[in-house]
């Protein structure tokens, strides 16, 4: 065996020594750097936090309900408590959206706010169509008591301004503080337009549907967006009510009877021909005082229809089995639908050239009001009393009251006495 000289030995021990000790400080500057990389990495998941942080707040939790309330309405039960039922139907819609929103979205801090939007005439009129004066009565209360559960829930009478909800969903749902907008107009198809341009401008994943009838427009299920239904909130069926005017087999036709049987002849397209400004009048209202003169005509004019030119032209027709076309107005419609058999009663039947099956809503329903009291109602046109009051479907007054351009001429269709008298304060 051979034995290494000392000196490569102390050489060897000599080179081990300084292999440890570059080890040994390898090793601290090692530990120097796992503890830099703890440190950053602590300051970078705070840092995601804090940006998760701030992409939540400027995304916000703002929740926006628009309600159009001449089709989503409250069920019976809420509005024949009056201030209380106003109460009890703003608790009840909170609780459901937060519930929803929490299940579908978790859990969040949700700031909800609701506008309804509504026609008290259109509303008060079919209440007292259908039977339910009662409600009509208690609405004024009940729309009290909503406004005043909370500072977020507001009920506004806008008449037949729709529009309002239009414009509200489309400056509401670009704000970045706007989490979801609930929309509750799935009664009327006129609203497919303006969700489908929101959609499309993509902002689809904030829109939730509110039902209100148990069954939706059509086209409006089709959009598939998520879908609220509270049970119990709102009525589930739309209010149809039957004709205000209506004559027995043995009751003799009167001079109202005449006037509605010619102003079935009347389209809406004719009404819509009416211009604001006052510088043209409808053919509605040109044709109205050849009817209100009918106290000239002859008893046989007057008399009830005979069962032989009565046949066929009275015959009924099926009520609903269509729907109108969603982008175009009642008075475009081809044909467009017979005032008189959806708001009095047409006794034209299969022979009026205006159609007698449209399945409408109230919005249409309150469509064709505007546009009925366009033509002079002819009781308050020979001075007399209205027994109908506020529910006749005919005005009585000029839409252009002391400024009618016709009247110095005498050639405005509304002639009773008061029928231009602006209103007191005005």
Known sequence: MITP????????????????????KLENELDV???????????????????????HSVKGCRVITLIDGDGAIFSGDFLSQGQQGGH??????????????????????YEIWVYLFYNKRGLTDTFGRVGLGSLAKMFDDFSLGFNSATGRFTM?????????????????????????????????????????????AGFRDKLILLKGYTQMAPGIAALDLPTLEIPGLFMSHKLAGGSRWTTSPNQTVTETDTVLDELSKISLGEADEVDPTGSSYSRVLQRAPTISNSRERSAHELSPP?????????APLPRGSRHPDPYFRLSKQKPPPCTLFYLSNCKLGSSCKYGHDYLLDES????????ARLGPCP?????????????????????????????????CKFRG????????GS
């Open 5 to 24: 000289p000392a000196d490569d030995v102390l050489n060897f021990m000599s080179h081990e020594q300084e292999s440890q000790e570059k080890i040994r």
């Open 33 to 55: 750097y796992k503890l830099a990389i703890d440190r950053l990495q602590s300051k970078y998941n705070e840092a995601v936090k804090e940006s998760e942080a701030l992409k």
């Open 88 to 109: 009890l139907a703003a608790s009840s819609l909170l609780n459901s959206i937060t519930q929803f929103l929490s299940t579908n979205y978790g859990a969040d801090s």
């Open 156 to 200: 506004v009478d806008v008449g037949r301004g729709k529009e309002a909800a239009d414009a509200k969903l489309k400056d509401d749902i670009r704000l970045p503080q706007t989490f979801k907008i609930i929309f509750g107009g799935c009664h009327d198809a006129g609203y497919i337009p303006s969700l489908h341009s929101q959609m499309t």
């Open 306 to 314: 005979t069962e032989a030119n009565a046949e066929g032209a009275h």
């Open 364 to 371: 249409h329903f309150e469509e064709m009001r505007e546009s």
């Open 379 to 411: 009781h308050m046109n020979r001075g007399e009393i209205c027994t109908w009051g506020d529910a006749c479907c005919y005005g009585h007054t000029c839409p252009h009251l002391s400024k009618c351009p016709f009247l110095k001429a005498g050639k």
């Open 417 to 424: 006495a008061a029928m231009h008298k602006d209103p007191a």
